[in-house]
């Protein structure tokens, strides 16, 4: 008998293939044919090993001989299919010239950009497939054959991912873009099916909500560190830079920017993505029956219909839009918050650490009593509350627009920690008869 196994269990697990020679040969496979063979050193003084020109398969092992010898006496040898006595037989359908799915991940790669450059999908959407591929599908899969992947293939990977401890959301995507490589090999002709996927439950992770009175007083607090001029303190600092952020001398001290950010995050529902990429020329003051901010923003999770403010939001604005004018930076091309800041993920990256130093200052919790982190973003998860909570009359749909979300995923993730004592006036509210004609 002899042990048949793939190269790249063999590149994942070396040690474990070596307890298993026991005297017999290990038949290594690459793309469904025999690439080579591993021996233990007393199996091979019996064997006289050929030349190069003799086995074109001990070309392709030479190429990729693994360097895992811990001394000279116990060192792997890789001998060609002639050099051993049993050679393992394929049948035409194994023998096949299929791709890896590393070779498939190239063609994946170009059919999503192709769909990106159409507008179907976002650049960011693009930058999130490639980072996945390399940081765990094709150290995984790379060199498996698309048609050798099976369900059992699909639930190690799945342990290898939580062995990561990542998030059962994260996993499921992880399983979008193998589904999505799979199906790319059915299309091809490659396999004729797609094997079962595991099953992965995931669960709906909302993002914390920031009560009233610590909307006031996150305002309050950032208000005051800004007019005093207080400095940032220095944290995580080795030999003048920070290890994970650095942030700049001259961001060290609260602009008037930070509090404009909060107030206007919490009555325009816009994400933090959007307060790095809104300029003036996105901005419409509208007054008549109603006065509102119309903000026409690029287009962000599918979504690019316009956002209607609430009245606070067009003082911020314009607050921000006077400072601009006194720095000479009010263009419509120009950033409406942090507009000195020309790299825009640092002048995001500046708000969140600003954010972190007013919820210090301010003695509102980092974390609420679930145990979910609070960040920028739960200004927009705030803003929604806000309107679920007070908004007299509000229907579910025209919010979803206007926030440029769906009715589902404010079920899911903003109304989640909705209860009925938050809104128990309008549980205990009763309609209003018409009086009776006389």
């Not at 940032?232 to 001398?249: C, L, N, Q, S, Y």
């Not at 749909?397 to 009715?407: I, W």
Request: glycine residues 4%.
């Amino acid at each position: 008998s002899c042990l048949c196994i793939g190269l790249s269990e063999l590149i994942e697990k070396p040690f474990d293939v070596l307890s298993q020679l026991d005297g017999e040969p290990v038949a290594v496979f690459h793309d469904n044919r025999p690439a080579f063979y591993i021996v233990s050193p007393q199996a091979l003084r019996g064997i006289r090993r050929p030349t190069l020109e003799q086995v074109p398969y001990l070309q392709f092992a030479e190429k990729n001989a693994l360097n895992i010898d811990s001394d000279q006496s116990s060192r792997i040898e890789l001998l060609p299919p002639s050099a051993t006595r049993e050679r393992v037989v394929l049948d035409s359908h194994q023998a096949r010239n299929t791709p890896t799915i590393l070779q498939l991940s190239d063609r994946l790669v170009t059919i999503e950009t192709r769909r990106q450059s159409r507008g179907e999908l976002s650049k960011a959407a693009i930058g999130i497939l490639r980072n996945r591929l390399d940081a765990h599908v094709l150290p995984f899969f790379g060199r498996m054959s698309v048609d050798e992947i099976n369900a059992d293939t699909l639930d190690r990977f799945l342990a290898r991912l939580f062995e990561f401890e990542l998030s059962s959301t994260t996993v499921s995507q992880y399983f979008v873009i193998v589904r999505k490589l799979l199906k790319l090999a059915v299309r091809l002709g490659h396999r004729h099916d797609l094997p079962e996927m595991p099953k992965i439950r995931t669960e709906n992770r909302p993002r914390s909500m920031i009560a009233i009175a610590e909307y006031r007083a996150l305002v309050r607090t950032a208000w005051r560190l800004s007019r005093r001029h207080s400095e940032a303190p220095k944290i995580k600092e080795r030999d003048g830079t920070r290890e994970r952020f650095w942030v700049h001398p001259r961001n060290l001290m609260l602009s008037p920017d930070m509090p404009w950010v909060i107030s206007f995050m919490i009555n325009s529902f816009v994400r933090p993505s959007d307060i790095r990429n809104l300029k003036h020329k996105h901005v419409q003051i509208v007054r008549g029956d109603h006065t509102y901010l119309r903000l026409t923003l690029p287009e962000s999770k599918r979504h690019d219909l316009p956002i209607v403010t609430m009245t606070p939001a067009v003082r911020v604005y314009e607050a921000a839009r006077r400072r601009a004018q006194a720095l000479g930076c009010a263009e419509p091309d120009d950033y409406v918050f942090l507009p000195e800041e020309h790299d825009r993920t640092y002048a995001l990256a500046v708000l969140g650490f600003w954010f972190k130093w007013v919820m210090r200052e301010a003695r509102v919790p980092q974390v609420d009593h679930l145990g979910r982190e609070r960040t920028l973003y739960s200004l927009r998860h705030t803003a929604i509350m806000f309107r679920l909570l007070y908004g007299e009359g509000i229907d579910m749909l025209t919010l979803a627009r206007n926030a440029r979300t769906s009715v589902q995923m404010i079920e899911r993730f903003y109304a989640s920690s909705l209860t009925g004592e938050m809104n128990v006036g309008l549980l205990q509210s009763r309609r209003k008869t018409k009086a009776r004609r006389q």
